[in-house]
Structure formats: structure tokens, C-alpha cells
């Protein structure tokens, strides 16, 4: 295998034909409405971003779409068939996520992790493990040669025996990463992945995921680190109290003074990301 | 933990250590010498330890503790480490032997007083012995420990570590026989105190390290041996079926721990029913024997018998499962052991008056005649290289074959694709959804499969019992399976064969743990959940699950780990 990620059959880079629609998605909770009518596109090989202020309903948007909750209103498509409402099926559809507080499988090696991943794209059946014929020892070593070769995707090659839990705290995040690929997503939706990262691993979270796209797969980013996400993002869409407030092109989204007045308006503005909003700008 | 105040600070064991050893040497010999004295004052009392110059096999335990001991100490002083990277933990072991023997010489005491009535029956060899025991442990303590053993870095020649297998199989095989055929409850302890001491000291020393070296490089040889002795042991009881009894029903309830195991150690889910299952196994197989009780009208052979009970349990899994797997663990718990009791009831009902008879109500099905298979009658003794075999003894083989399938199925089911998906869902089952494993399906599956190895057992155990009632699943028992479970050690085989011989043996053999044997089992699970919630024998995983905290354990884990190149999920075997 030439590349490290097969893209499954996803032979396109970005050749602008949509993969995920979302339209109208609205959630309540009670009285409250996290989401309001959000419309989401999202292209092969395409890197969306998606901000807003905290509360804004980001979070909740991507429980929408992999199916953690059932949207109250709208649909969402993902390669033009309406996605069902379960995870695992959204998964199988060719979806998969990462967890804005990382949830990795602690007590399993970081191999094991990405094996999980590729639960769905294997069907070694109960009577096939019992009986351990030919078709079982195939699909072992098969499933156990992805993940090693994810993880060598991700640069976490040499750790592949290390206890996830082990592993440092960016390392879990590509860990993560790489369990998500081993699902052969169409589409990869990353909650905050630069979260908690020194500056240095976040230049190499962006490598990574411009690699991932390179490969063909479109990527859906939340993101509070500005320069980050304009670095990185194609288009990005602003959620301001469970609206899109903005969506176009880094540069339009960054010169609008609706999303400046958006992160400074709302509440006890956090300071530390108003500076790092502005520390965005002076940079573009 | 709970560490104990130190007395002996290591600068005080700095100075003490020469005279602790000699006074070591002298209690251990002191103790090994007593045993040619008489300890007990009439012969009624334990093996009989009256006779001047002839030492009872008891007082041959004590005289190896003493020896031990004394010998220990003498290699800690005489065998330096010579630049060598292999360490033996020779003081490390003494001192284990110390305190052991301690103990055991004050167990054969008390047992001695309570046997004969008063502690005015031990004679003087007994109190020689305490006196012994007691410097060897004083002496023992005052030592400076060495380092941690690094043994089970040692290899030795293939053949030879074949041959040690083979050795402590057979001293296995020996000593379990040699335990089964003790009647008398004293006795029966102090050899467990002797034993038990006798294993702590090769931990102590390194031994045990290298011994569990020697099994992984030889694991074929490691499973076949253990069968080997499993298949010899009816040919130690010389004919009497009393303890094939006993060791039928260990198996029967190892059997059905193990698919408990399943459903408890794998996927993580509570079932406090599990009996029920076992039940139906056994009602199917009784009302498809030819029992002149049985209400069905076709006897199918037995091995179509096996798997209609299989499949029976495994449905009733499923039909229980599917509402109640969607809903969290205490719903789980609650609605399984609801399940328990509606299955005895409704076997009750199955009587012809509150119901079709089925079952004969509480009466049961009786008279459930013996298993023939192949042309071969389970019910008639026969003699094999010399030595008679009973009905129990032949049981006792099916059951070897049946155990074996089912470690067979446990083992296999959690090193693969699936077993994966359980360990995912008990870290983190929404993460594990997320990633595209099957959740529901998976936990169903858990709670069929492990239902259907009890539903086979439980065809087994109808004919071997006889009868079947419906008051033999009570609640009770499924609280006993799954104490087997949590006490022996979750997710791994051998945690659950000792777990369960612990719990079927016991009370067997002694009386007073008969009587008392549900309080008890209490205070030893409380005591085992305070200070090792995850079992005597436990998997790496779930050891690791108990103990998040614990960085140590967990980097001696990766490091073998990397060695062996996975996570030993199902223990020894």
C-alpha cells in the first residue's frame, strides 16, 4: 500500500461534490434551543471549521450529526442517503468522530485502540473465533497490520504496546485520531483536537489533519484556537447561541465584526480567547 | 492499605540482622527437630502425634517449614550474588517460612485444644515446636530483606523446564489428592496453612516468577499437562467415589461459573439469575430422558439432548436480554434476579393444576436414568489399569471434556474481535458505540453464549444428580456462581476454577465453614473486595480496571506486555 490511509474507494480530492448536508438541524432541549435551523455542507477533501463562544451549541451540532442525539427538526444526509440516529450505524455510513474530552479505551494498548476501530469493518463472527480456522488468523493479522500502519500514520508507531492511559496528552489525541481512521471514514468530525496542546504539537495536529485530507477524506473541525482554524479550515462556519451567524472563507469570517462583537458580547467575556481571537487576525 | 507501624526500622534491622539469622537457624532447627517428639497428648487429636522418633505426616510438614527456614537462611548467608543479574529473594522467602510456620505450628495447636478440649492436651513436643516456630519467626523478622527476585528472568533448558511441569503437575496432582483424602477438619487446615505457606515462600523467592516464565514459553505443554492430571486423578482415590463425588460437583458449578464468567468478566454485566439458566438445561434434559417421570414422549441421544438444553437457555437469554441489555447496570441487576425467581416459580406451576404439567411441580422430575453414551452405562463401575472406577468417576470424565469446551470457548471468545469489543465496552461504552462497536448486540451475545454453556452443564448435572427440583436454583446458588466469579478472579480461567473449587470445597470438607459457610463466604468476599476487589486470580485488564491509580502495576503490566505482545487476558490458561 502506497498510502498510509486508503481512503476506501474515495478516489476524489476535493472535487467540490457534497458528503455531508445537513439542513434545518434543530435541537431543543426542554425550552432551551442548542441548535436553531443550522445548514451545514461539507465536500470531499473539504476542511470545514466550525467556531463560535462557549454554549454556543458546536457540541451539540456534532451529537446531531453522529447520531448521540436525534435532532428535534431537520435531516442530515451524508452521501446523499439520510443518516440514521444510531452512532454505530452513522460510523458504518463512513463518519466517524473524536471527543472534545478524550475518551480512548484507558486500559487497552494504544493497538488495541485502533483494532477497536476497525470492529466495524470486520466480521469475524463468534463460531469463526471458537473454531480459529484459516479465515479467523487472516483476519487477525489483518486487522493488526491496519491499526500498526494508522499508528505509523499518526506518528505513534513506537507506541503501539503503551497503555492508551499511558500515553502523554497529545499523543492521546492522535491515538484518537487514529482510532477514528481505523472506522475508514469518508468524513472525520474532530472536537477540539488542539485542545490542551503546547504550540508545537498543535503545528503537528494541523500537519496531521491536512495528511488526512490529502488522503481524500473531509474533515469537520471545532475549534477555539483561531490561528488554528484559520491555518487550517477551507470554509468555516461561526455558531453564535445555536445560530450560524457566518459561513464563507477564513478571511470573510475573520474580517466580519459580527463575530468579534459575538465573542466579546457574550457573557463574562473569557479573555484568553478574545486574545487569541485578535492574536488570529494580526496574524492573517 | 492499611500499613503496619514499623518496628523494625531498617536501621534497627541493620543491626539485628546477624543475630536474627542465627536465631532463625536455631528456631528452625528446634522446630524441625520437635516433630520426633509427641505434640498431642492422645492419639484422636489431627494424624496422631504421640509416638516418640515416628513424626505424623503433619509433624513431617512442620519439620520441612522448620528445614526450610533454616535453609533459607544459611543460602541468604553462604550464595552471594556473584555480579549476576539473576537474584533469588532468599531472606525474602525465610521470612515468609517464618511467619508461615508460625502460623501453621499455632493452627495445629488450637486445633489440638479444640479437638481434645483444652490446650493442657498439647505436650511437650508441641510447645517445643511453638517455641521453635516463634524464634524462627522473631529471628526471621529481625533480617534485613534483600531485593526483589529477578528469577523469572532465569531460562533453563527446554526438556528440563518440560520436566518441571511435569514435576510440579505431579506434586499438584499429589497434594490435591493427598488433601481430598484428610477427614479430619484440623488436619485439613494445617495442611492448607502448609501449603499455602509452602507457596508464599516461592513467591517469596523468585521461584514462582520462574515457574510463570516457564509457563508462558510452554503453554501447549502447560494446558495438556494440567489435563494429564486432571484425567489421573480418579486413579489416586483407589476406587472410593467419595471425593469423584465432590469433585463432580466442583466441576459441574466451574462449568457454569465459567459461562457466568462471560456474561460477568468479559462483557461486564451483572446477572444474579444466572442459576435459571443452569435450570433450564437441566429441566430439558430430565423431561427428554427417559426417566419414567420425564412428560416428554421423544428421547432424542444425548448429544442432540446437550444442545436442545443449550439452545433452551441461550433463548431464554435472548428473551430476557433484548428488553433489559438496553438499560443501565443496577436495572440490569434487578430485572436478572427477578428472572431467577420467576424461573423457579414457573417451574413449580409447570405441575398440572396451576399449569400443563410439565415439571411435576415441586416434586420434580425423578429417577432420571444413567447417561449411556456410545454403549458405554455412566451408572456402571468398571476398572481401568488395575484400579476401580465408580459411577462418579465416569461422570467425572464427561465433565473433563464438557470444562474443557467451555474453557475452550471462553478463552478463544476473548482473545479475538469480539472479546475486543466487551473490554471496549466496559472501558467506555459510548465511546465504544461511537466507534462502530456493535453495543447491544455484543452484550446480547455475552448474555446467550454464557447462557448456553450453563444450559449444557445443566444436561449434565440432571443426569449426574439424578433429580431434578426446582429448589435446587434457588437464588442462593446464583449468589455462590457469581461469588466464584468476583472471588477467583474476573475475566480469567483459573481464577474461577479456584474460586469455584474454594467455594464447592470448603464445606465439603469442614464442617464449621458448612455451617457457618454463608457467613463466612461474606467476610472473606468483603475482605476480598477491600483489599483485592479484583479477585485472587485476576486478568492484567482487570487488574488494571481496579487499580487506575496504581502507575507501578500498571508499568510492570506494559512491560510484559511488550515482551509477550499482548495483554493476558484470560490469565494462565
Not at chain 2, 543491626?15 to 537457624?25: C, F, K, T
Not at chain 2, 505450628?105 to 510447645?127: C, M, T
Request: net charge negative; with cysteine; charged share 15%.
Amino acid at each position: 500500500m502506497t498510502t498510509a490511509v486508503d481512503a476506501s474507494g474515495v478516489s476524489a480530492q476535493a472535487d467540490g461534490s457534497p458528503i455531508l448536508v445537513a439542513e434545518n438541524v434543530t435541537m431543543r432541549f426542554g425550552g432551551l434551543v442548542a441548535v436553531d435551523s443550522v445548514n451545514l455542507n461539507v465536500s470531499r477533501g473539504e476542511i470545514m471549521g466550525l467556531i463560535g463562544p462557549n454554549g454556543a451549541g458546536k457540541t451539540t451540532f456534532f451529537n446531531c450529526l453522529t447520531g448521540l442525539y436525534l435532532p428535534t427538526a431537520g435531516s442530515v444526509t451524508f452521501e446523499g442517503a439520510l443518516l440514521p440516529p444510531k452512532p454505530r450505524k452513522v460510523v458504518i455510513a463512513g463518519m466517524a468522530r473524536t471527543f472534545q474530552n478524550i475518551r480512548l479505551f484507558g486500559n487497552m494498548t494504544a493497538l488495541e485502540n485502533v483494532m477497536v476501530g476497525r470492529y466495524c469493518r470486520t466480521n469475524t463472527g463468534p463460531f469463526t473465533s471458537i473454531i480459529r480456522g484459516p479465515k479467523f488468523h487472516r483476519d487477525e493479522k489483518a486487522t493488526s497490520a491496519r491499526a500498526q500502519e494508522l499508528l505509523d500514520f499518526v506518528g505513534l508507531g513506537n507506541t503501539a504496546d503503551n497503555l492508551a492511559r499511558h500515553l502523554s496528552y497529545g499523543d492521546q489525541r492522535r491515538l484518537e485520531i487514529a482510532r477514528a481512521l481505523g472506522t475508514d471514514p469518508k468524513l472525520l468530525l474532530l472536537d477540539e483536537p488542539t485542545a490542551g496542546m503546547n504550540p508545537q504539537e498543535t503545528r503537528q495536529a494541523e500537519e496531521l489533519i491536512f495528511k488526512i485530507r490529502d488522503q481524500g477524506l473531509a474533515v469537520v473541525v471545532i475549534e477555539h484556537d483561531m490561528r488554528f482554524i484559520f491555518n487550517l479550515c477551507d470554509r468555516v462556519l461561526c455558531l453564535v447561541q445555536g445560530r450560524v451567524l457566518i459561513e464563507g472563507t477564513p478571511d470573510e469570517v475573520q474580517s466580519d465584526p459580527r463575530v468579534i462583537e459575538a465573542y466579546i458580547g457574550t457573557g463574562p467575556a473569557d479573555a484568553a480567547e478574545l486574545e487569541e481571537f485578535e492574536e488570529g487576525q494580526d496574524n492573517a | 492499605m492499611i500499613t503496619m507501624p514499623r518496628l523494625l526500622t531498617p536501621e534497627r534491622q541493620q543491626r539485628s540482622d546477624p543475630a536474627g539469622g542465627w536465631i532463625g537457624i536455631a528456631g528452625g532447627v528446634i522446630l524441625a527437630a520437635s516433630a520426633f517428639l509427641p505434640w498431642a497428648y492422645s492419639f484422636t487429636a489431627l494424624d496422631g502425634m504421640t509416638l516418640l522418633g515416628y513424626p505424623s505426616p503433619l509433624q513431617y510438614f512442620g519439620m520441612v517449614l522448620g528445614l526450610l527456614v533454616a535453609g533459607l537462611i544459611i543460602c541468604s548467608r553462604r550464595i552471594k550474588p556473584k555480579g549476576k543479574k539473576i537474584r533469588v529473594g532468599w531472606v525474602r522467602g525465610a521470612k515468609a517460612a517464618g511467619t508461615g510456620a508460625l502460623v501453621y505450628i499455632a493452627i495445629i495447636i488450637l486445633s489440638i485444644a479444640v479437638e481434645l478440649g483444652g490446650l493442657i492436651n498439647v505436650v511437650y513436643g508441641g510447645w517445643i515446636a511453638l517455641l521453635g516456630a516463634l524464634l524462627a519467626f522473631a529471628g526471621t523478622r529481625l533480617m534485613i530483606p534483600d531485593q526483589p527476585p529477578t528469577l523469572y528472568q532465569a531460562q533453563t533448558r527446554p526438556w528440563l523446564e518440560i520436566l518441571i511441569i511435569a514435576v510440579v503437575m505431579g506434586a499438584a496432582l499429589f497434594a490435591t489428592a493427598f488433601a481430598l483424602n484428610i477427614d479430619d477438619g484440623g488436619t485439613f487446615v494445617s495442611f492448607i496453612a502448609f501449603l499455602g505457606t509452602f507457596v508464599a515462600v516461592l513467591f517469596r523467592v523468585g521461584v514462582m516468577g520462574f515457574l510463570s516464565g516457564v509457563s508462558q514459553r510452554h503453554r501447549k505443554v502447560l494446558i495438556l499437562a494440567a489435563f494429564v492430571v486432571a484425567f489421573l486423578f480418579p486413579f489416586t482415590q483407589g476406587g472410593s467415589d467419595a471425593n469423584m463425588s465432590i469433585a463432580t460437583q466442583v466441576i459441574i458449578f466451574a462449568a457454569a461459573a465459567m459461562g457466568l464468567n462471560i456474561t460477568v468478566g468479559l462483557a461486564g454485566l451483572l446477572d444474579l439469575g444466572y442459576i435459571a439458566f443452569l435450570g433450564a438445561g437441566a429441566f430439558t434434559a430430565a423431561v427428554l430422558s427417559r426417566s419414567a417421570f420425564a412428560t416428554a414422549d421423544i428421547h432424542p441421544p444425548f448429544i442432540v439432548v446437550v444442545l436442545i438444553a443449550g439452545m433452551v437457555s441461550a433463548t431464554l437469554g435472548l428473551i430476557i436480554g433484548s428488553p433489559t441489555l438496553r438499560v443501565s447496570g443496577d436495572y440490569l441487576a434487578i430485572v436478572t434476579l427477578a428472572f431467577g425467581e420467576i424461573f423457579r416459580i414457573t417451574m413449580i406451576n409447570l405441575d398440572g393444576e396451576a399449569g400443563p404439567n410439565i415439571t411435576h411441580g415441586s416434586n420434580g422430575i425423578p429417577a432420571i436414568p444413567d447417561l449411556v453414551l456410545f454403549g458405554f452405562d455412566f451408572g456402571d463401575p468398571h476398572v481401568a489399569l488395575g484400579i476401580p472406577l465408580g459411577r462418579f468417576s465416569n461422570y467425572y470424565f464427561l465433565l473433563l471434556v464438557l470444562i474443557a469446551f467451555v474453557i475452550l470457548v471462553f478463552v478463544r471468545l476473548n482473545n479475538s474481535r469480539i472479546g475486543r469489543g466487551w473490554v471496549a465496552i466496559r472501558e467506555d461504552e459510548k465511546a465504544a458505540e461511537a466507534m462502530g462497536v456493535n453495543v447491544f448486540g455484543l452484550k446480547l451475545f455475552a448474555f446467550a453464549s454464557g447462557a448456553f454453556l450453563a444450559g449444557v452443564a445443566g444436561a449434565v448435572k440432571a443426569h449426574q444428580d439424578i433429580s431434578v427440583t426446582p429448589d435446587q436454583f434457588i437464588f442462593l446458588e446464583s449468589a455462590f456462581l457469581l461469588a466464584a466469579v468476583v472471588l477467583g478472579g474476573m475475566g480469567t480461567v483459573l481464577g474461577v476454577l479456584v474460586g469455584a473449587t474454594v467455594l464447592k470445597l470448603l464445606p465439603e470438607k469442614l464442617r464449621f465453614v458448612s455451617d457457618f459457610r454463608l457467613m463466612i463466604f461474606a467476610l472473606l468476599l468483603i475482605i476480598m473486595m477491600r483489599f483485592r476487589p479484583e479477585g485472587m486470580i485476576p486478568s492484567q485488564r482487570r487488574q488494571l480496571e481496579f487499580h487506575e491509580e496504581d502507575e507501578a502495576l500498571a508499568e510492570r503490566i506494559e512491560e510484559e506486555v511488550e515482551e509477550t505482545g499482548a495483554l493476558k487476558g484470560a490469565g494462565v490458561l
